[in-house]
């Protein structure tokens, strides 16, 4: 982060983000059990990249890069790839 960055960095950007997603008061949001705020939280976050073709994007990559099971194809393929060398 550049240093304009942090001086213009907004404290109190989730809690307005939950706010207009759950359609809270900001009272509301504090005074939220920990548990529902860190759904909300979450849930907002996704939903703000969901709104835009760029952030559905940025979505599907962090999706793939949290898999952990092998792509049997692309195993498949480079077998192919290496016995054909």
Do not use: C
Request: aromatic fraction near 12%.
């Amino acid at each position: 982060m550049e240093d304009w960055e942090r001086a213009y960095n907004l404290n109190t950007a989730i809690i307005k983000r939950i706010s207009e997603y759950a359609r809270l008061s900001f009272k509301e949001v504090i005074q939220l059990p920990y548990s529902y705020f860190l759904l909300l939280n979450r849930e907002s976050w996704i939903d703000s990249y969901n709104s835009s073709v760029e952030g559905r994007k940025i979505l599907k990559e962090l999706w793939t890069l949290q898999q952990t099971g092998a792509d049997l194809e692309a195993v498949h393929a480079f077998q192919k790839r290496k016995e054909g060398a």
